[in-house]
C-alpha cells in the first residue's frame, strides 16, 4: 500500500517544516532581489499599462498604453487580480472532451528536436562562471538532461504558430533597451551566430533558453524548501554540494537569466518575463502562509498552479509572440498566454494527480510527496468534499501518525481522482480552443498535440 510506506515520513514531515521556513527565509529575500534588476526596463516610458494575470480574462485586450508602474504592483496586488480570473474550480466541470483526436497533428517534441538538441550545450555556455563549484552547481541538471524540455518545446512551437499569424509588425519597431547600461552586447554561444540571435526566430530561441533557465532555478529552490533528496532521478543541487551552493546556484541562474532577457531588447518580453520571477516567489508565499481554512479551497489550489507552474508557461508563451512582432494587447498575444495558461494548469493537475498513482522510478520522486509536505492538491480536495474526514487531515497538515494512510485510503474510495482527470481536462480543452484562431499549420498542430501527450503521461 503506497500510503503505508509513507507512514513513516510523517514525522519526518512535522521536523522538517521548522527547517524549511528557515531556508525560505534565507531563499525568498534572494529571488525578491532580483527583481529591481528589471527597474530601469519596466519602467519604460513608452509599455504598456497591463493587467496582469487579469489580462486572462478578457478585460485587457482593449487595454490602452499607459504608465509602465502600474504593471509593477505589490504582492498583494497580484494575488487579488490572479484570484479574479481564476475559473471557478469547484463549479461543475461539465463532460469530458474527446481529447483522442488530439493525436492527430505532428509529435511536438520531434518537430522541433533540431533547435532542442543543441539547446543544453548552448545553455550550458552561456552560464559559464571562473567559480568552479558555482559553475558545476549551476550546470548540475544541464550535464544529465534526459528529459524531452517541455517548456522550450511550447516556446519554439509557439513561436512558429504565431510567426504564421496575421497582424505581426516589423519586430525592429518595437521597444529598444538601448538606454539600459549592459544589455547591449554579443549574443553569441554555441548555436547561434550574431547574425541569427538577432532574427525574430534567434530571439525567441534565446527565449526557450531563458525559460529553462529559470525553470531549473525554480527546482533548485524548491528541492532546498522541501529538502527533497532526488530530482530527474539524481541526486538534487543541495544534496550534492550543500543548501548555501544550491540557493547561490539558483540566484545565479535567475541572473544570467535576467540578463539574457535584458539582451533581448524588447521592453515589453522584459516586463512580461519578470512578472513569472514574481509569481515563483507569490507562489511559495501563497503555500507558507495559507491558514487551514484557505488549504481546503480549491480556489487557492488553482491560484498556487498558476503561480509556481502555469505563469511561467503562460509568459514565456506570450512573451514568444510578442518576440514575433504582435502587440502587446493583440488576440493573437493574448491567445498564446491563454494557451500557456490553461496547458499549464492542466500540467500541474495531472502531476498531482500521479503523486497518488504513479510509480516513484517514473516520476523521479518518492509517491505521496505533496502528503507528506502538507500539501493538500485536487485529488484530496475533491476527495474531502464526499469525506468530510479529510477536512480535518488537511487543516493539520497531515501531521498526525497515520495521517498519510488514512487519506489515501479515502483518496481510492472517492471521485478524487476521477474529478481531478477531469479539472485537468477541462484546462487542456481550453488550451486547445486558444489555438483557434492561428491559421492552420505543422506548429499549431503539434501545439494540440502536446495537450494530448499532457493528459496521458505517466511521468
Known sequence: NPGTVMSGRADTALRRRAPMRGALMRLLPSLVLLLPCFAGVVQHPRAPMGALTAQHSGRARGARVGPARAEVVSSIRLEQAAASTMPEAEASIGSDADWSDWRRGPNPFELVRPDIEPLTASIKQLLRTDHPVLNMAAQHFFDRQTGKQFRPTIVLLMSRAVGLAAGASDVSLQPALAHVPGVQGDLQDSHLSPAEAETPYGKQYRLAEITEVIHTASLIHDDVLDEADTRR?????????????????????????????????????????????????????????????????????????????????????????????????????????????????????????????????????????????????????????????????????FEQRGDLDRAYTLLMQSEGLDKTRALATKHAQSAVEALSIFPESESKDALIHLCYIVLSRNK
Open 233 to 397: 532521478g539524481g541526486a538534487a543541487v543541495h544534496k550534492a554540494y550543500s543548501n548555501t551552493v544550491a540557493v547561490l546556484a539558483g540566484d545565479y541562474l535567475l541572473a544570467r537569466a535576467s540578463l539574457m532577457m535584458a539582451r533581448l531588447r524588447n521592453i515589453h518580453v522584459v516586463q512580461t518575463m519578470a512578472l513569472s520571477l514574481e509569481a515563483l516567489v507569490q507562489g511559495e508565499i501563497m503555500q507558507i502562509k495559507a491558514t487551514p481554512e484557505e488549504r481546503m479551497k480549491m480556489s487557492l489550489y488553482i491560484q498556487k498552479s498558476f503561480f509556481k507552474t502555469a505563469s511561467l508557461i503562460a509568459y514565456s508563451s506570450k512573451s514568444a509572440a510578442l518576440l514575433g512582432g504582435h502587440a502587446f494587447d493583440s488576440p493573437v498575444t493574448q491567445a498564446a498566454y491563454d494557451y500557456g495558461y490553461h496547458l499549464g494548469l492542466a500540467f500541474q493537475i495531472v502531476d498531482d494527480m500521479l503523486d497518488f498513482t504513479g510509480s516513484a522510478d517514473a516520476l523521479g520522486k518518492p509517491k505521496l510527496q505533496d502528503m507528506a509536505l502538507g500539501l493538500a492538491t485536487a485529488p484530496i480536495l475533491y476527495a474531502a468534499q464526499e469525506y468530510p474526514e479529510l477536512q480535518r487531515l488537511i487543516k493539520r497538515k
